[in-house]
Each structure stands twice: as structure tokens, then as C-alpha cells.
């Protein structure tokens, strides 16, 4: 049996918390909102965020974050993207060396570039960052629906102790030693499903999802291969698996804020409605800052900043996509003849 905290008491914090207790694990949540912590000592259920999933009584709940930290086995980052530099920053003091930090939340810091595992291991120099991802809605991992995730890590010993630890007959866990293909992929697909959503706000079908799917796992591949991530990292879980379920799932706050938005919403009366943090409009613009960076073309990506920051409509952005430079789908394949 681990101790295990869990920093962030929001759908998917919830949800692992849930998953963990039920692998033999000493649990504590965590949530620096004490209305929300005083809900779950009460009723044992995050009624906002994740209803129906009942939490066991022995399960501990608190806004005391030293307490949360201090003699810890595992710490489970869950904390929306842009309150993971903040919330690290405030854990710091009580981390010992060596502690591991398994950061879940997805996204990509603005103002630095940085991806979340990055930031932590900034703030925490102290700790042993790992991260866990995958296609996975809290609301189905807290039904005890199969699913599918990666670990990564940089030590093998690391990957494979969380997989023991995470690891049940309904939520199976590969390993893998690309933690930033990893969080790449998972940032970026974000986007990519606010640019779904979209598509299903303004009515169009089957026929535009599978072109954006396809279209968006080759942006996000070239542009994670180019920073140093692994194509094989891209082709997976966490790649194409991630990027299909949240474009096409209502369990993705991404794509229903996306279906707002396509339907004349703004960005800002979209996430209102949602109520939930819209990790892809907070990597949007550092997507577009990485491909800057590193000299990568990503269109949809920028047709969605474009629609979110620029006062662009849904639909011009789809014209400018469809009526872009004719391209060679694939220009490394070679041609018979020329």
C-alpha cells in the first residue's frame, strides 16, 4: 500500500483518487477551494464534476497543503495546466529529494514554452517528475469503464513502479520513456478538438471530424518530432488514441466548447458555459509560439487562434483551410515517374 495525494480535486483528480483507493492505496485529496473540500468530507461525491461516483469514507479530504505533501510515497498532480507553475511553486518547501510527482493535467505555459512536467521540475528541482496520460475521461474511469493509458518517465524503475501502482483489471498502463511526446501530444490535441467541435457547431459531419483527426495527429507529430519527441509516441495513446476520443466524445470539454463556439458563441461566453477549465485555449497560443519557434507549419492550429484571439469566424476558418496551397499528402513517399 502507497500513501498518495492527490493535488487537485476537480473530474479527473477525482476520478484517479476514486481508482487508486481501490487498488489498496491510502488516499488524500486535496483542493485549495474549501467549499469543494467541505462537499466531498460531506457527501462523499464530487457533485459538480464527477456526480455518481461515490468516494469511500476512509478517503481523506483537506485544504492543508504541508499535510498533503509531507510524508507522501506519490504525489498526483491533477491541478488545471495554468495553476501548475503556482501550485508547484507552493508545494516546494514540503517536497523531499526524490519524491515522485506524477503530473496529469495537459497543456503548455504561454509566456515560457514550457511543457507542465518541465515547469514542475523547475519549481521542484527536488522532486522526480513522471506524467500519465492517455484517452481517458474521468467520467468513464470513475464507472470502472476499461481504459487505456501511458506512463512516462525517465528512469525504466520509475515507469514501472506507477504502473504497479495505477494498474487494475480496468485501467491497464503502458510505459514509456517519452515523457515530452508524451505531454506534446497531450496538449496539443486539445486544440485540435476545439477545431472538431467547431466543425460539429457549424454542422459539418463525418467526413470533416476524420480529415481534422488525420490532418491534426500530423501536425501535432510534426511539430513534436521537431522539438524531440518520438513518432512512434505520436502513433499512440497518447497521440492519435488521445486526439480521436476528445474530438469525438461530449465527455471533452475541448469539443463542447468548440460546438458553442461553432455555433456564434465567443471564446469567452463558450468556456462560461462549459464550466470547466478549456485546457486547448490556454496551449492554442503556445502551440502557435512552439511552431514559431521551431519553424513547423500547423494550419489548424492557427485557424483556431484565429477564431479564438483574432475575431475570425468559424467558417472563414474552414475556407482558409480547404482552399490553402495544394500539398503532397505525404512528401517523403517517392513517385514512379515525375
Request: proline content about 4%.
Amino acid at each position: 500500500m502507497a500513501k498518495i495525494s492527490v493535488i487537485g480535486a476537480g473530474s479527473w483528480g477525482t476520478a484517479l483518487a476514486w481508482l487508486l483507493h481501490n487498488n489498496g492505496h491510502q488516499i488524500t485529496v486535496w483542493s485549495v477551494i474549501e467549499s469543494e473540500i467541505e462537499m466531498l468530507r460531506k457527501e462523499h461525491e464530487h457533485k459538480d464534476k464527477l456526480p455518481g461516483v461515490k468516494l469511500p469514507e476512509d478517503m481523506e479530504f483537506t485544504t492543508d497543503l504541508e499535510a498533503s505533501v509531507r510524508e507522501k510515497d506519490i504525489l498526483v498532480l491533477a491541478v488545471p495546466s495554468p495553476y501548475t507553475r503556482s501550485t508547484s511553486h507552493n508545494m516546494a518547501p514540503y517536497v523531499k529529494e526524490g519524491q515522485i510527482i506524477v503530473n496529469v493535467a495537459k497543456g503548455v505555459e504561454e509566456s515560457t514554452l514550457m511543457t507542465l512536467s518541465q515547469i514542475i521540475e523547475e519549481e521542484i528541482p527536488q522532486a522526480e517528475v513522471a506524467v500519465l496520460s492517455g484517452p481517458s475521461h474521468a467520467e468513464e474511469v470513475g464507472r470502472g469503464i476499461p481504459t487505456t493509458i501511458v506512463v512516462g518517465a525517465k528512469k525504466k524503475a520509475t515507469a514501472e513502479y506507477l504502473q504497479n501502482i495505477f494498474m487494475n483489471e480496468v485501467f491497464r498502463v503502458y510505459i514509456s520513456p517519452d515523457v515530452l511526446g508524451i505531454e506534446l501530444g497531450a496538449a496539443l490535441k486539445n486544440v485540435v478538438a476545439l477545431a472538431a467541435g467547431i466543425a460539429d457547431g457549424l454542422g459539418f459531419g463525418d467526413n470533416t471530424k476524420a480529415a481534422l483527426i488525420t490532418r491534426g495527429i500530423s501536425e501535432i507529430g510534426r511539430l513534436g518530432i521537431a522539438m524531440g519527441g518520438k513518432f512512434e509516441t505520436f502513433c499512440g495513446l497518447t497521440g492519435i488514441g488521445d486526439l480521436i476520443v476528445t474530438c469525438a466524445s461530449m465527455h471533452s470539454r475541448n469539443r463542447r466548447a468548440g460546438i458553442l463556439i461553432g455555433k456564434g458563441y465567443t471564446m469567452e461566453q463558450a468556456m462560461d458555459e462549459v464550466k470547466m477549465v478549456v485546457e486547448g485555449v490556454y496551449s492554442a497560443k503556445a502551440a502557435m509560439g512552439l511552431a514559431r519557434k521551431y519553424d513547423v507549419q500547423l494550419p489548424i492550429i492557427e485557424q483556431v487562434n484565429a477564431v479564438l484571439f483574432e475575431g475570425q469566424s468559424a467558417r472563414q476558418a474552414v475556407e482558409n483551410l480547404m482552399l490553402r496551397d495544394k500539398k503532397i499528402e505525404n512528401p517523403l513517399l517517392p513517385w514512379d515517374e515525375e
